[in-house]
């Protein structure tokens, strides 16, 4: 699998990340971490917004939670610091749900989608190949 790029996106663009590339980044996944690492690094420079639902904190942090691991439970929390965190409100609620009973998404998923809808995001950095049905939202890294 290729690195992901962020050619073809506005400059310091707005991007909603997903679960699974943050865990591969941050456990530093000997496969996987190269192809998201590109877009961190981008953050890391200054040159991209992140953006992460209250969803995705709480499917990242229940591993190292689960193994009290709070090493790395604090590694997750730092870097958060400095993302935007995209609340679940009614008006998200109601827009994942639109979402997945147009393109049958997990309530999970549904609920990134419609987060990255709202804020305007730029595009949505997954590795779930479910986000392939949406059309309205650039989705980056399946």
Request: no cysteine; glycine share 4%; net charge negative.
């Given at each position: 699998m290729e690195p992901v790029s962020l050619k073809g996106l506005p400059q310091n663009p707005l991007l909603l990340i997903d679960s699974a590339p943050i865990i591969y980044v941050?456990?530093?996944?000997?496969?996987?971490?190269?192809?998201f690492r590109p877009v961190f690094e981008a953050h890391a420079k200054g040159r991209a917004r992140f953006a992460v639902t209250t969803?995705?904190?709480?499917?990242?942090?229940?591993?190292?939670?689960?193994?009290?691991n709070e090493v790395l439970t604090e590694r997750y929390r730092s870097t958060f610091r400095s993302w935007f965190v995209v609340d679940l409100d009614a008006e998200i609620a109601e827009s994942a749900a639109r979402l997945r009973a147009a393109c049958?998404?997990?309530?999970?998923?549904?609920?990134?989608a419609a987060s990255a809808l709202m804020i305007g995001a730029d595009a949505l950095i997954t590795h779930d190949r479910d986000f392939s049905a949406l059309l309205d939202l650039r989705v980056l890294g399946v």
């Open positions: 941050l456990e530093d996944h000997p496969e996987l971490a190269p192809v969803v995705t904190l709480a499917e990242v942090l229940t591993g190292p939670l689960a193994e009290r049958k998404l997990k309530l999970a998923d549904a609920v990134k």
